[in-house]
């Protein structure tokens, strides 16, 4: 089957790039044809070769998304597959809006789409039903946020992406922080407010008098916040590392984040709002205790690993423009950061956690779901 991946450039190794990368892989290796059709990329058709001797793949460019007609005639693919959110359709909240069902030449349209907020405004749930025959979202509890927004329920599936094979407890260890004191880290886009870091300053100022930590903090020093200002003013600066430089679209190379979640004791995420959470399955995968905001999708992310690694935060709701996030308890974040840096790497479980999270078995459930709607 012939699978056309409506995305970012499978070159930015985070989010949906990154998604599409280790997808058109799992594909290929199960024995099925992807191509990309880019939405960050002008040119002529190119070739994607996947880095460190990797296979090739048609690379279409689709700037102005009108292009994707071409791609679709070359191709022929049996489906068009966007990998994006709603945002992308909604000329209100994002001005460069498109239509892909409008520009797909008569192909089904599928969406593979993060739901990030227990509230899901209507302009989203027309625009799934507009443009995609089949939604797919990140994870099982977001079928049952779009089912009960409106998407009618017999177009949902959930289809939960996998970890990429370069995470895993086996291999060397970034030099991070100071030898023999517990690490914490964290990562996050820094222009979003969601992901709050702030918290976990407020939170280690309360038990700074117990634990002495250092956090990595995989983001700017500047952006939606201040870090630098707010630990500043909390008193517990001399704590927080930043990388010297971050890009948050092209990131760094996987290998040399690996050895990141190697180094660290725990890893943990205060986001407000979440569709899946790469780097929190990452962290799994490296076998690091983890402490999260009690958000559906990181419940469903962190299934089967084990209670002695996972220390979720409770949260309560707040509301955003058109939706309602949860911001975390900062008692309880106090309480689970102490227990989370105490408990002890385990990896085993990060094995484990990383054969059940394959790419493989992404692929499988997908092309079961393609099967089932009589499309593979």
């Known amino acids: 089957m012939r699978v056309l991946l409506l995305t970012d450039s499978p070159n930015i190794t985070t989010g949906y790039g990154n998604i599409a990368r280790n997808f058109a892989l799992a594909l290929r290796a199960a024995g099925h044809e992807p191509a990309f059709a880019a939405t960050s990329h002008s040119g002529s058709r190119l070739e994607y070769v996947v880095p460190n001797g990797g296979p090739a793949f048609p690379h279409y460019n689709c700037i102005p998304v009108g292009r994707l007609a071409d791609a679709v005639r070359d191709f022929s693919p049996a489906i ?7 945002l992308a359709f909604i000329q209100k909240w994002w001005p460069p809006a498109y239509s892909v069902r409008g520009n797909a030449a008569g192909i089904p349209v599928w969406g593979w789409v993060p739901v990030q907020h227990e509230t899901v405004p209507w302009e989203y749930v027309e625009a799934y039903h507009n443009e995609y025959a089949r939604v797919l979202t990140y994870t099982p509890s977001g079928v049952d946020v779009l089912g009960n927004a409106g998407v009618v329920r017999n177009r949902l599936d959930w289809l939960m992406p996998g970890v990429s094979p370069s995470y895993g407890p086996d291999g060397p260890e970034a030099r991070l922080g100071r030898p023999g004191v517990p690490l914490v880290m964290s990562a996050g886009v820094p222009d979003q407010d969601r992901k709050m870091f702030p918290y976990l300053m407020r939170a280690y100022r309360e038990i700074r008098d117990e634990v002495d930590v250092d956090f990595y903090l995989h983001t700017s020093m500047v952006g939606a916040f201040d870090l630098p200002t707010h630990a500043r003013t909390l008193s517990v600066m001399g704590h927080w590392l930043f990388p010297l430089a971050h890009d948050k679209a092209l990131g760094m190379p996987e290998e040399t984040l690996a050895g990141y979640y190697r180094r660290a004791t725990a ?3 205060v986001s407000t709002g979440e569709g899946l959470n790469m780097p929190l399955m990452e962290a799994a995968a490296s076998g690091c205790a983890v402490v999260y905001t009690d958000l559906p999708p990181h419940v469903d992310v962190t299934e089967g690993y084990p ?9 309560h709701p707040f509301p955003r423009n058109v939706s309602w996030e949860r911001v975390p308890d900062v008692g309880d974040l ?3 950061l102490r227990l989370a840096v105490s408990a002890k790497r385990d990896p085993a479980a990060g094995r484990a956690y990383r054969e059940a999270h394959s790419w493989a078995a992404t692929a ?3 092309l079961s ?7 593979a």
């Open 267 to 269: 890893y943990a995420t």
């Open 307 to 315: 209670d002695g690694l996972r220390f979720p935060v409770s949260t």
């Open 334 to 336: 106090a309480r689970q």
């Open 364 to 366: 499988d459930r997908f």
């Open 369 to 375: 779901i393609a099967r089932d709607a009589g499309v």
């Open 80 to 86: 068009v597959l966007h990998i994006r959110d709603a």
